[in-house]
């Protein structure tokens, strides 16, 4: 059975962008993290670069986004309108699991989650690859500083550089990772000098790494 109509996605994921600003100028990674998604994968169902239309995913975007049902209804078949709403109110919290039939339960277990590489993904774009020349304002050692990036054709060959580094990493150090990408920018320059005092002391006791 078609629970949803191919021909009116363009229609369903434009309400889906319009409420990402409604409900604050959500990013897609802002998205994603609501979602428990990787951000790679939000990605690629936001731009229709899968062909899979997950029914529990869906439902749950509608519900974080607390789009109006009768905005989205006509994108659900309608064989399926009832399940999608139960779904929907699931997702809200406003239903239990007992309401949903024994299918639907296996899929909400099997909705798409964070996939191993999706780390590398969401690393990599957090730190961004450079398409033009600009200016990044730093703080290093609370002095504010000015660097310069400078686009080039070396660009892809640095990503691809950062990739590798990043599958590298031991689970612990993702982990790292991903909590210090989660600090808001003070957080962050803290830890950055904290960190530097350190590579400091080490090389000043004439420790390697």
Known sequence: MA???????DDFLGTVRKYMQVRGQLSQKDLAEKAE???????????QKTNELNPQFIAKIVAILDIPLHEVIDFVEEEFTDRFIRLVKFFKHEAGEE????????????MPRRRADDFEEDITESLGTA???TNARVNIGGKVRDIPFRADDGA???EMS?????QSLSPRQKAYMTDFLNLDMEGRDLIVDLGNNLFRYFKQKGMDF
């Open 162 to 166: 950062i990739k590798d580094k990043l």
């Open 156 to 158: 892809r060959n640095s």
């Open 37 to 47: 998604v990787g951000v790679s994968t939000m990605s690629r169902f936001l731009s």
């Open 131 to 133: 398409k033009q020349s």
């Open 3 to 9: 629970e949803f109509d191919k021909d009116k996605v």
């Open 99 to 110: 309401t949903l039939s024994e299918e639907d339960r296996a899929g909400a277990g099997a």
